[in-house]
DNA sequence: AAATATGTATACTAATTAGGTATGGTATAA
DNA sequence: TTATACCATACCTAATTAGTATACATATTT
């Protein structure tokens, strides 16, 4: 029961885009190095986030990516189920056809309730306060946005 | 990130002995057929079980399997502990070697923080609440050692 | 004491999934 | 028009999960 790289690497990619937000297009080969993410792998969890409306990115030279919305909106929740091929704690929550046991079970609805708990957690976590979080914990870090951060909402 | 098939099957497991509990050893034959769990499968997750002190068992013809504990005592977290590798969302929270990122990491400290809500919710919940929840649920359903659960404690 | 029904232990294998590569594109600024 | 970026998809491999197979030990019944 773990998260996926995707999902981890994911949330690392959004919180690099929004330390730099509005300032400039960062490069695949950037995030790739500054985040130990291999460029191909990281080529192809960047067009999730795109197709998702995550992130934009600009084409040709000088080009690169940028968060398409503000770290306020973006909740380490729609990263997880992004990124999760399977979002809830067991697959018959959803999928009951999935075990042949889940008109019976007693503990299909406990899952459910312990899935909820974690997802209203998720969802109650932003970008745009994990970099705060980070401000305050490492008050030297370099981050150019913050004061950006802050003011919207 | 979803839970293994060890932990539901065992959660089904001590919701079925539960039910029996005191009253008559159950044999592995049996769960297995009526949790439908292949038989050298349950055997193991039996094993894993009593190395716990979650069961007790009989040998020999007649033997068969118990519940060792009051099942209020027994609690979801317990059972997802016991059988899921990584209990943690992600390997760095007690391993952070796991990952070189892990000192800079901003999202690190925010799975840990939705593990921790996500356990503390299944530590809540009892193999004796979710028997008394079917039986609120389904006032028919065959369960002899209801009372028995409502005593303890 | 033997037969037999039960649990115990460990090694192995098949299936699935996760993680990452490889290849070949397409767009755009210089 | 060419270099530099992003875009798209097919493929591969290693790890993990789920389940089997084999052999053994124990205890009740007769």
């Given at each position: 029961m773990k998260l996926s790289t995707k999902t981890r690497y994911g949330a690392r990619i959004l919180i690099e885009l929004a330390m730099n937000r509005e300032e400039r297009a960062i490069q695949v080969s950037e995030i790739a190095a500054s985040q130990k993410i291999p460029v191909k792998y990281l080529e192809q969890l960047l067009r999730t986030l795109k197709l998702s409306g995550f992130v934009k990115s600009v084409r040709g030279p000088k080009g690169g990516h940028l968060l398409a919305k503000s770290p306020d909106t973006i909740s380490l929740g729609q990263v997880v189920r992004l990124f999760e091929g399977q979002t809830d704690l067991v697959a018959c929550i959803s999928l009951p056809q999935e075990c042949d046991m889940a008109s019976e079970c007693l503990v299909r609805n406990a899952w459910k309730t312990a899935t909820g708990v974690l997802y209203d957690k998720l969802d109650s976590i932003s970008i745009a306060d994990l970099i705060r979080d980070a401000g305050e914990a490492?008050?030297?870090?370099?981050?150019?946005s913050l004061a950006q951060v802050e003011n919207v909402g």
């Open positions: 490492f008050p030297d870090a370099y981050c150019p």
